[in-house]
Nanobody, 118 residues
Framework: QVHFVESGGGLVQPGGSLRLSCEASGFTFGHRSMSWFRQAPGKERELVATIGSASIRTEYADSVKGRFIISRDNAKNTVSLQMNSLRPEDTAVYYC???????????WGQGTQVTVSS
């Protein structure tokens, strides 16, 4: 059974940093691209960043380019998101899923809340 467990969120001041982690199970992790998505209150879920199965290719939403870095550890079935220079508009619940820029599974974890506020 596919399962995603996101962690690492919290409250941070503007300009601060957070590192999110996602542990995935139930599929062959090393064979799938992985992505981070986020959903702010009243808005649709959107892509934040995506990484290929071998970590060679990455893509980022324009709003986070130069501030966020996606990475993965295939030995541990984890994908991470280093978020720097956080802004209030980054406030959202962050989710991971398999897939290149689009969610592969119609199933989501509980997400992790990121709140950027002074």
């Amino acid at each position: 059974q596919v399962h995603f467990v996101e962690s690492g969120g919290g409250l941070v001041q503007p300009g601060g940093s957070l590192r999110l982690s996602c542990e995935a199970s139930g599929f062959t992790f090393g064979h799938r691209s992985m992505s981070w998505f986020r959903q702010a209150p009243g808005k649709e879920r959107e892509l934040v960043a995506t990484i290929g199965s071998a970590s060679i290719r990455t893509e980022y939403a324009d709003s986070v380019k130069g501030r966020f870095i996606i990475s993965r550890d295939n030995a541990k079935n984890t994908v991470s998101l280093q978020m720097n220079s956080l802004r209030p508009e980054d406030t959202a619940v962050y989710y991971c899923n398999a897939g290149w820029m689009l969610p592969f599974f119609d199933l989501w974890g509980q997400g992790t809340q990121v709140t950027v506020s002074s």
